[in-house]
């Protein structure tokens, strides 16, 4: 199975924009539905949103949608995660995290069932 290793994060600035990446190692990339998810402090991990395993499908959460962009190379056994117009309440840690035998609409349900993680990366929004 895959390993996971986020990174990009750091302190912005209101309406900034950023780009997150995950990069797998091991296993076989282009058979994950891979997702990306956070989690603010004192709050509960959230589904950010989810790609299919050859890309072509995607799927956001209401809170992210038309701000966020996920898309992945899978060349390059990676996964990306644009962020534009931040918010302070996109303070958080981001995770990616993969899911095998899944469609990306699925990750949006069970996370709880996801085993492959990264370790996070923490992105800080300054108003």
């Known amino acids: 199975q895959v390993e996971l290793v986020e990174s990009g994060g750091g302190l912005m600035q209101a309406g900034d924009s950023l780009r997150l990446s995950c990069a797998a190692s091991?296993?076989?990339?282009?058979?994950?539905?891979m997702g990306w998810f956070r989690q603010a402090p004192g709050k509960e991990r959230e589904f950010l949103t989810a790609i299919s395993r050859s890309g072509g499908i995607t799927y956001y959460a209401d809170a992210v949608k038309g701000r966020f962009t996920i898309s992945r190379e899978n060349a390059k056994k990676s996964v990306y995660l644009q962020m534009n117009g931040l918010k302070p309440e996109d303070t958080a840690v981001y995770y990616c995290?993969?899911?095998?035998?899944?469609?990306?609409?699925?990750?949006?349900?069970?996370?709880?069932?996801?085993?492959?993680w990264g370790q996070g990366t923490p992105v800080t929004v300054s108003s």
């Open positions: 995290a993969a899911g095998q035998g899944t469609t990306a609409q699925a990750m949006a349900t069970m996370m709880s069932r996801l085993t492959v």
């Open positions: 091991g296993g076989t990339f282009s058979i994950y539905s």
